[in-house]
């Protein structure tokens, strides 16, 4: 088989292994673009999906956003180390120090001590401007800069910022300031210009095992901006393979080559993380069989997008997959297999110590953040880790929102360590590690980059 039909081969078994209904997959290598795709957009009204079917990006949109904002700093119009009340003065915390301490950095790189979103915020008019109106009620995880939480919040507030620097609508100001002069000719805001075009459309499994489509169709309603900097572009395979040349490039006269390379350069370093070692400006740092590579993935209703580049060997992969759980993991699949059949490259994966009962029950409890809740039990022979969306924010909610994360092992990495890995359902593989005070006491749990504050 030649490379076109390896990769179809592939792609078609692993959308069957994991029940994706459609999945796109494009690989960068040697210059050459390599497309394949297996599937359907929808199980009710099924078309074939393709490299230029669109799919919500969700947090991979924080890669455009992050690269409008260097524009502007380019165009010397923003400073990374500017307070961010310099650009939105209105803007009001729960701690009126860090809201003056708070820089446009520590929001690119997660450091801002900001929660990780604001459900709800944007109930007005669906504004930036509503929301970063009420983030006055968003708790704040810690002191500006002292640590790395990954927040969404931190991006919507990102994007007033370019609302108020260029005068425009956020949407407007991206596509004039990156979506055009790079050519993302097909990536959208607009739900009137997706539907136009073939699109994915997002499936969560019931109870029962079937499969349903996802609404609202991104994470959030059509009417609510709000979340457009942080997970609000639509795309597809073609133009993120575009995006990554971009990436890979010298700034294409967008970007000056100095800025655009700075921003794979370690800003924070993380521990324990399943999005790598360190961030850089919003892209996630780690090294994977000796070769750096820089990288950013999304999640939304029943949707699942990654996106990995290896800036030293000019090679790129992206996937995308309409399935949850079980696209997050059909997407590692896929970026695995690429690293190893095109580079050679493995990551290797790590194996948890053996059930330590004492330990367990050290951790054993209930973790929270603004939205979301970590349930950590143990039966004495092994520890679990269920996640899901607040109740009380379930319950109120008008529209359908994603199914919860079942109860799944996991295990330490090490006998006198914090460090976990989850090894089963859909977040297998997953890195974290437990917060202690000064005296010992477990006081939080880290996953997927948030910080989950101890409650019970």
Request: proline share 5%; glycine share 12%.
């Amino acid at each position: 088989m030649n490379q076109h039909e390896q990769l179809a081969a592939f792609v078609a078994a692993t959308a069957e292994e994991f029940g994706v209904p459609g999945l796109s997959v494009g690989i960068l290598t040697d210059g050459q673009e390599l497309t394949a795709a297996h599937g359907v957009t929808s199980v009710d009204n099924p078309l074939p999906v393709t490299a230029d079917t669109l799919y919500p990006l969700a947090s991979v949109s924080k890669t455009v956003t992050a690269t409008a904002v260097m524009r502007l700093v380019a165009q010397g119009r923003v400073e990374l180390d500017a307070p961010v009340r310099r650009y939105v003065p209105e803007l009001r915390l729960a701690d009126e120090t860090a809201a003056e301490r708070i820089t446009v950095l520590t929001l690119l790189n997660h450091t801002a001590g900001l929660d990780w979103n604001l459900v709800g915020a944007a109930a007005g008019d669906g504004s930036l401007a509503s929301f970063v109106a009420a983030m006055a009620e968003l708790p704040l995880i810690a002191e500006p800069g002292a640590r790395a939480s990954y927040s969404q919040a931190g991006y919507n507030l990102l994007g007033l910022v370019i609302e108020k620097v260029t005068g425009l609508p956020f949407e407007k100001a991206v596509a004039e300031l990156v979506l055009e002069p790079v050519g993302l000719r097909n990536s959208f805001f607009d739900t009137d210009d997706i539907m136009v075009r073939r699109f994915a459309v997002g499936h969560n499994r019931g109870e029962d095992g079937e499969l349903r489509p996802a609404t609202p169709w991104r994470a959030f309603r059509s009417d609510d901006r709000a979340n457009n900097p942080g997970g609000g572009l639509v795309s597809s395979v073609s133009d993120l393979l575009r995006w990554a040349r971009f990436h890979l490039g010298t700034g294409d006269g967008v970007l000056p080559a100095e800025l655009l390379r700075g921003m794979r350069e370690q800003t924070v370093e993380l521990r324990a993380s399943s999005f790598g070692d360190g961030i850089g400006i919003c892209w996630f740092l780690r090294e994977v069989g000796g070769a750096r590579t820089i990288g950013h993935g999304g999640s939304g209703n029943g949707q699942f997008t990654e996106l990995l580049i290896v800036p030293e060997r000019n090679f790129a992969v992206v996937s995308l997959a309409n399935v949850g759980p079980d696209g997050y993991n059909a997407n590692q699949r896929v970026v695995a297999w690429a690293l190893e059949h095109y580079l050679g490259l493995v990551e290797e994966q790590p194996e948890p110590v053996a059930h330590d009962e004492a330990k367990a029950r050290e951790v054993a409890g209930r973790y929270e953040n603004d939205a979301m809740v970590v349930d950590v039990a143990t039966d004495g022979s092994g520890l679990t880790l269920a996640v899901g969306i607040k109740p009380e924010i379930r319950a109120a909610a008008d529209e359908e929102m994603p199914a919860d994360y079942e109860p799944a092992a996991f295990g330490f990495l090490a006998e006198d360590g914090d460090e976990y890995v989850i090894t089963e359902g859909g977040l297998t593989g997953q890195r974290g590690y437990f917060s202690r005070d000064a005296g010992g006491a477990v006081t939080g749990v880290d996953l997927a980059g948030r910080l989950f504050t101890r409650s019970a």
